[in-house]
């Protein structure tokens, strides 16, 4: 019998699928809360926070379970998960609205993504 080796998965494969995972999680919690806002008399106005938190959470869920695996940089992987998301997210939105323009909300949003991006790496790399 022959000895048959793992295929190691590289570094940045993990990053890949951390940031397919944000992504996932992002439009999951999205749909929820879109139903929410469909089938309820809530406020209108805290679509932004929301969206906002909605974000965090998934960079930082997305960013500890692509750390965990490659278990260390725990801070570049997770810059450049976050980094990575917004990119694409940047890239989609621009696309549907025709508007290639860098506001400050985005540079907020790119702000919170990478340090969401650090901390859930940090907390992925930590994980026994």
């Not at 992504?23 to 929410?36: E, G, K, N, P, Q």
């Not at 906002?52 to 500890?64: F, P």
């Not at 696309?95 to 991006?117: D, Q, R, Y």
Request: glycine share 10%.
């Amino acid at each position: 019998m022959e000895n048959v080796a793992k295929k190691e998965i590289k570094p940045y494969q993990h990053v890949i699928k951390a940031v397919g995972c944000s992504l996932l999680f992002t439009v999951v919690l999205l749909f929820i809360f879109s139903c929410i806002l469909t089938y309820t008399d809530v406020n209108e106005s805290i679509i932004t926070p929301v969206i906002i938190i909605i974000t965090a959470i998934s960079i930082l869920l997305g960013s500890s379970l692509g750390n965990a695996k490659i278990k260390k940089n725990g801070v570049l992987n997770g810059a450049i998960i976050g980094a990575m998301y917004f990119g694409i997210i940047y890239i989609i939105s621009s696309l549907l609205n025709w508007k290639f323009s860098l506001t400050k909300e985005a540079i907020i949003f790119i702000v919170i993504g990478v340090i969401c991006g650090i901390l859930g790496g940090i907390l992925g790399v930590n994980k026994k």
